[in-house]
């Protein structure tokens, strides 16, 4: 089983910044990839970034691209999501996710979840 535990949400005013953590703790823990996904009420949840564990690579949503950066710490398991230059349309809670195969954005291939941080972007 691995455990997933968002944190860093808050409120922050367009055009700042946030940062999101993400640590992965348990018995077995093996993924090849890890992502985030961010869903705001009444809508489908949403791909926002996944990166390759081993390589760092990080792969974006178009809606994202230039302004977040996913990275990630091998040593603490633990996957970070800048985001800068957020904008109102950023709000919405953010949820991590654990996958054996490579980075994707469709959501089924992830088998584990964390529970989602609030981020609130004011305009």
């Known amino acids: 089983q691995v455990q997933l535990v968002e944190s860093g949400g808050g409120l922050v005013q367009a055009g700042g910044s946030l940062r999101l953590s993400c640590a992965a703790s348990g018995r077995s823990f093996r993924f090849n990839a890890m992502g985030w996904f961010r869903r705001t009420p009444g809508k489908e949840r949403e791909f926002v970034a996944a990166?390759?564990?081993?390589?760092?690579?990080?792969y974006y949503a178009d809606a994202v691209k230039g302004r977040f950066t996913i990275s990630r710490d091998n040593a603490k398991n633990t996957m970070y999501l800048q985001m800068n230059s957020l904008k109102f349309e950023d709000t919405a809670v953010y949820y991590c996710?654990?996958?054996?195969?490579?980075?994707?954005?469709?959501?089924?291939?992830?088998?584990?979840w964390g529970q989602g941080t609030q981020v609130t972007v004011s305009s």
């Open positions: 990166i390759n564990w081993n390589s760092g690579t990080g």
């Open positions: 996710a654990a996958s054996p195969l490579r980075p994707s954005s469709i959501e089924r291939q992830y088998a584990n």
